[in-house]
């Protein structure tokens, strides 16, 4: 399985950026789909979760509101909508993939991406 997230970029803070990763190699639809940022010198933290068939969704607290993850499984794309950007979302944002219902926030999805860049000016 291979993740590819594009979108990523420089915006000021209360500006808006898509994110989107695309999945190829085995059938995307049998895998929940997570994001995760990782600040420069902290942890790699959970920021959103998809299940497979979208019904479900899990965010952290610090982006309940301003964040959505949505997907489109005809086109093997999971998006995160991230609105009301601050500062403190700037990070490397990291898509990421896993069969098992019970992953949700750890970090121990099996599959990634590289990454893309988020960086959110005062």
């Known amino acids: 399985v291979q993740l590819q997230a594009s979108g990523g970029g420089l915006v000021q803070a209360g500006g808006s950026l898509r994110l989107s990763c695309v999945v190829s190699g085995r059938t995307y639809r049998n895998y929940n789909m997570g994001w995760f940022r990782q600040a420069p010198g902290k942890e790699r933290e959970f920021v959103a979760r998809?299940?497979?068939?979208?019904?479900?969704?899990h965010y952290a607290d610090a982006v309940k509101g301003r964040f959505t993850i949505s997907r489109d499984n005809a086109e093997n794309t999971v998006y995160l909508q991230m609105n009301s950007l601050k500062p403190e979302d700037t990070g490397v944002y990291y898509c990421?993939?896993?069969?098992?219902?019970?992953?949700?926030?750890?970090?121990?999805?099996?599959?990634w991406g590289r990454g893309t860049q988020v960086t959110v000016s005062s």
């Open positions: 990421a993939a896993d069969p098992r219902s019970f992953i949700i926030t750890s970090p121990q999805y099996n599959y």
């Open positions: 998809i299940a497979w068939s979208g019904g479900s969704t």
